[in-house]
Nanobody
Framework: VQLQASGGGLVQAGGALRLSCAASGFTFDDYVIAWFRQAPGKEREGVSCISGSISSSRGRLYYADSVKGRFTISSDSAKNTVYLQMNNPKPEDTAIYYC????????????????????WGQGTQVTVSS
Protein backbone atom coordinates (compact mmCIF):
# COMPACT_ATOMS: atom_id res chain seq x y z
CA VAL A 1 0.00 0.00 0.00
CA GLN A 2 1.61 3.23 -1.08
CA LEU A 3 1.14 6.67 -2.55
CA GLN A 4 3.43 8.14 -5.14
CA ALA A 5 3.45 11.86 -5.82
CA SER A 6 4.80 13.28 -9.05
CA GLY A 7 4.55 16.26 -11.36
CA GLY A 8 6.54 18.85 -9.46
CA GLY A 9 9.06 21.12 -11.05
CA LEU A 10 9.93 24.72 -11.79
CA VAL A 11 7.09 26.96 -12.92
CA GLN A 12 6.77 30.68 -13.42
CA ALA A 13 4.34 32.66 -11.35
CA GLY A 14 1.04 32.82 -13.19
CA GLY A 15 1.70 29.57 -15.02
CA ALA A 16 0.25 26.15 -14.31
CA LEU A 17 1.36 22.80 -12.97
CA ARG A 18 -0.44 19.54 -12.27
CA LEU A 19 0.59 17.19 -9.50
CA SER A 20 -0.43 13.56 -9.44
CA CYS A 21 -0.81 11.14 -6.56
CA ALA A 22 -1.03 7.52 -7.65
CA ALA A 23 -2.31 5.00 -5.14
CA SER A 24 -1.38 1.35 -5.22
CA GLY A 25 -2.49 -1.46 -3.00
CA PHE A 26 -5.95 -0.06 -2.38
CA THR A 27 -8.86 1.11 -4.49
CA PHE A 28 -10.94 4.25 -4.37
CA ASP A 29 -14.06 2.69 -2.88
CA ASP A 30 -14.18 4.89 0.20
CA TYR A 31 -11.24 7.23 0.22
CA VAL A 32 -9.76 10.43 1.52
CA ILE A 33 -6.65 11.82 -0.14
CA ALA A 34 -5.09 15.09 0.92
CA TRP A 35 -2.27 17.28 -0.32
CA PHE A 36 0.07 18.89 2.17
CA ARG A 37 3.08 21.08 1.59
CA GLN A 38 6.13 22.05 3.54
CA ALA A 39 8.34 25.01 2.81
CA PRO A 40 11.83 25.35 4.32
CA GLY A 41 11.63 26.38 7.94
CA LYS A 42 7.85 26.06 8.06
CA GLU A 43 5.44 23.47 9.36
CA ARG A 44 3.65 21.09 7.07
CA GLU A 45 0.29 22.57 6.11
CA GLY A 46 -2.82 21.19 4.49
CA VAL A 47 -3.50 22.43 0.98
CA SER A 48 -6.44 20.46 -0.33
CA CYS A 49 -8.38 17.27 0.24
CA ILE A 50 -10.87 15.13 -1.62
CA SER A 51 -13.04 12.27 -0.46
CA GLY A 52 -15.42 9.93 -2.18
CA SER A 53 -17.46 6.83 -1.57
CA ILE A 54 -18.54 3.94 -3.76
CA SER A 55 -21.94 4.07 -2.05
CA SER A 56 -22.50 7.77 -2.62
CA SER A 57 -22.19 10.07 -5.58
CA ARG A 58 -21.28 12.95 -3.30
CA GLY A 59 -17.72 13.68 -2.39
CA ARG A 60 -16.14 16.34 -0.28
CA LEU A 61 -13.59 18.92 -1.26
CA TYR A 62 -11.45 21.11 0.92
CA TYR A 63 -9.09 23.95 0.06
CA ALA A 64 -6.88 26.06 2.23
CA ASP A 65 -7.79 29.74 1.98
CA SER A 66 -4.41 30.50 0.45
CA VAL A 67 -5.13 28.37 -2.63
CA LYS A 68 -8.88 28.77 -3.10
CA GLY A 69 -9.72 29.84 -6.62
CA ARG A 70 -6.29 28.84 -7.91
CA PHE A 71 -5.88 25.13 -7.15
CA THR A 72 -8.30 22.36 -8.07
CA ILE A 73 -8.26 18.85 -6.68
CA SER A 74 -9.82 15.96 -8.58
CA SER A 75 -9.73 12.20 -8.69
CA ASP A 76 -9.82 9.46 -11.29
CA SER A 77 -11.04 6.27 -9.64
CA ALA A 78 -10.26 4.18 -12.71
CA LYS A 79 -6.60 5.21 -12.39
CA ASN A 80 -6.52 5.33 -8.58
CA THR A 81 -5.05 8.79 -8.93
CA VAL A 82 -5.71 12.17 -7.36
CA TYR A 83 -4.62 15.34 -9.10
CA LEU A 84 -3.85 18.83 -7.88
CA GLN A 85 -4.11 21.38 -10.66
CA MET A 86 -2.14 24.46 -9.69
CA ASN A 87 -3.17 27.51 -11.69
CA ASN A 88 -1.69 30.94 -11.19
CA PRO A 89 0.90 29.70 -8.71
CA LYS A 90 2.74 32.24 -6.61
CA PRO A 91 6.29 32.21 -5.24
CA GLU A 92 4.85 31.53 -1.78
CA ASP A 93 3.50 28.22 -3.10
CA THR A 94 7.09 26.98 -3.34
CA ALA A 95 7.36 23.86 -1.19
CA ILE A 96 7.61 20.11 -1.19
CA TYR A 97 4.14 18.74 -1.84
CA TYR A 98 3.02 15.48 -0.28
CA CYS A 99 -0.12 13.44 -0.77
CA UNK A 100 -1.45 11.49 2.17
CA UNK A 101 -4.26 9.23 3.32
CA UNK A 102 -5.64 9.03 6.86
CA UNK A 103 -5.60 5.87 8.91
CA UNK A 104 -9.38 5.76 9.18
CA UNK A 105 -12.17 6.63 6.75
CA UNK A 106 -14.89 8.44 8.74
CA UNK A 107 -17.80 9.50 6.59
CA UNK A 108 -15.51 11.10 4.07
CA UNK A 109 -14.25 13.73 6.48
CA UNK A 110 -10.84 15.19 5.70
CA UNK A 111 -8.81 15.31 8.92
CA UNK A 112 -7.18 18.68 9.40
CA UNK A 113 -4.01 17.63 11.16
CA UNK A 114 -1.05 16.04 9.45
CA UNK A 115 -0.66 13.69 12.43
CA UNK A 116 -3.99 12.06 11.49
CA UNK A 117 -2.58 10.81 8.22
CA UNK A 118 -0.78 7.48 8.22
CA UNK A 119 0.14 6.91 4.59
CA TRP A 120 2.37 9.45 2.87
CA GLY A 121 3.82 9.79 -0.59
CA GLN A 122 7.47 10.67 -1.00
CA GLY A 123 6.89 14.33 -1.88
CA THR A 124 7.49 16.31 -5.02
CA GLN A 125 9.25 19.68 -5.15
CA VAL A 126 7.40 22.65 -6.58
CA THR A 127 9.35 25.84 -7.18
CA VAL A 128 7.56 28.95 -8.38
CA SER A 129 9.75 31.68 -9.82
CA SER A 130 8.72 35.32 -9.80
Amino acid sequence: VQLQASGGGLVQAGGALRLSCAASGFTFDDYVIAWFRQAPGKEREGVSCISGSISSSRGRLYYADSVKGRFTISSDSAKNTVYLQMNNPKPEDTAIYYCAAPGLYVDGVCPSGAHEYELWGQGTQVTVSS
